[in-house]
């Protein structure tokens, strides 16, 4: 029995795969309005309540301060923590310095428009410090129109961050790195984290460790909706966060949903999923590899195989079949890809790169020859592995990018996380008395359109007659 169908991209299966969408119970909205008012009133004894309830009966303190060296590692566990955290700073230092070229100030600073000129202007620039990174600016930057005043913005990290890494029976820290570091590197000034403790209360040294690395300064040991309305609320002692990444189960997403607007929130969490395009040279070893890795997590995982043949596709999931067969977690891998697994045969590039499209996958692996040009077909997905030696695995751990992708399909309109999430746009505008006399027609104009005449006289009340 293969591990899933071999079909056509005819197959009333195929579009049911692009209508994935997050999914609403209203019994558990219902448990998580309840916790969530219970913290709003008790604070951290409700969330302490929580904890000791779900993950750590033995937790006596809800909040750990981290400081100091990691301890309870080996020394390869160590190194491989260190080298993960390395390779994402460095990826989004990069990040930053593209996103701030031709800006001046983050932070308090202003980030006026400037000329090309001025930009790439060496004798001009001069370096700003931001926590480890230094990024090139030119000093003065601003955009001044003939006859309309000055126009400009501030570019200012988000002051008090959350970041949320799932636990219980296994302790993610690569959720750590990947989630705190970019907002480390943004210039965010404090960082604090939410996550499960272990049955005694403690926190695994790799996620201690982890935290230490990425710059976080407290966690607040709950996960669930409680550990998300901890970080959203906060409580006597423990200010709320400006807002709150990660990624987490059902109860997390809820949390999530109903707290929005009363803090800040990226993008929804949904089951693992993965598409391979499996073009002329591909190994179909490699491809395997990279079709169950992503459906390891749990049974609701979605997998998508993309080939040009029916030999092609039969190749690949009997390779899948042999590996699951003696996987540690293969009871697990044959229940996703049996219940949400789908292989298509297409006829042709562009078939399959729509077919890529109209599923926006969260994770999306391309295989063979041609790899590369296949990417310029296609826009919609969360992270891209190019090439049969790129393991999905790489991006999970330390690749770089962040692991923290958009699911359920909103990789059509979605990021990664990213330096852009910590980061925001303060825009600022100034007008001398000249400046606004060339305007005032427009807005006194505009307002009496809209039935709104304050606003006209707003403008017109600076000029007396």
């Excluded at 998508?304 to 030999?311: T, V, Y």
Aim: include cysteine.
């Amino acid at each position: 029995m293969r591990l899933c169908d071999i079909v056509g991209p005819d197959d009333p299966r195929v579009p049911a795969l692009s209508r994935r969408r997050p999914k609403f119970d209203s019994a558990q909205a219902d448990t998580v309005r309840r916790i969530i008012d219970d913290v709003a009133v008790r604070g951290a004894e409700a969330v302490l309540e929580s904890a000791r309830r779900f993950d750590a009966p033995g937790l006596a303190e809800i909040l750990e301060e981290i400081d100091g060296e990691g301890e309870g590692l080996s020394e390869a566990e160590t190194e491989a923590l260190h080298t993960a955290a390395e390779r994402i700073e460095e990826f989004h230092r990069t990040q930053l310095q593209v996103i701030a070229e031709g800006w001046e100030g983050i932070d308090s600073g202003w980030a006026w428009q400037t000329s090309a000129v001025e930009r790439d202007n060496p004798e001009a620039q001069t370096e700003m410090q931001l926590g480890p990174i230094k990024v090139p600016m030119p000093p003065e930057m601003r955009q001044d129109r003939i006859e309309s005043g000055m126009l400009g913005q501030r570019m200012l990290p988000i002051r008090r961050v959350g970041v949320y890494a799932p636990g219980g029976k296994a302790s993610y820290p690569s959720s750590i790195l990947m989630t705190a570091i970019p907002a480390k590197v943004a210039g965010c000034r404090e960082i604090v984290a939410a996550t499960p403790a272990r049955p005694d209360g403690t926190l695994a040294p790799a996620v201690r460790e982890a935290c230490r690395l990425a710059g976080v300064t407290q966690v607040v040991k709950c996960g669930g909706a409680a550990g998300i309305a901890g970080l959203a609320l906060g409580w006597p002692g423990f200010d709320r966060v400006d807002l709150i990444v990660g990624p987490g189960n059902t109860w997390v997403n809820e949390a999530k949903r109903q707290l929005w607007g009363t803090v800040g929130l990226t993008a929804y969490a949904g089951p693992s999923e993965v598409a391979v395009v499996c073009l002329p040279g591909f190994d179909p070893l490699h491809a395997a590899a990279d079709l169950l890795t992503q459906v390891e997590h749990s049974d609701d995982n979605v997998g998508l195989l993309i080939a040009f043949s029916r030999a092609d596709a039969e190749a690949v999931l009997d390779s899948a079949a042999v590996m699951a067969g003696t996987a540690e977690r293969g009871d697990v891998l044959r229940a996703a890809l049996r219940s949400h697994g789908l292989a298509v045969v297409c006829g042709s590039a562009e078939e399959a790169a729509r077919l890529v499209d109209d599923f926006a996958p969260e994770h999306l692996a391309l295989h063979g020859d041609e790899a590369e040009g296949f990417l310029g077909l296609i826009s919609n997905a969360g992270c891209v592995a190019l090439g049969g030696f790129t393991p999905q695995s790489a991006g999970d751990y330390a690749s770089g990018p962040s692991h923290a992708l958009p699911t359920s399909g909103a990789a059509r309109f979605g990021s990664p996380v990213n330096v852009q999430d910590f980061l925001r746009f303060q825009t600022v505008t100034s007008f001398e008395r000249e400046d606004l006399d060339v305007i005032r027609p427009v807005i006194e104009t505009l307002a009496q359109m809209e039935g709104l005449p304050f606003h006209g006289r707003a403008a017109s009340i600076r000029f007396p007659r």
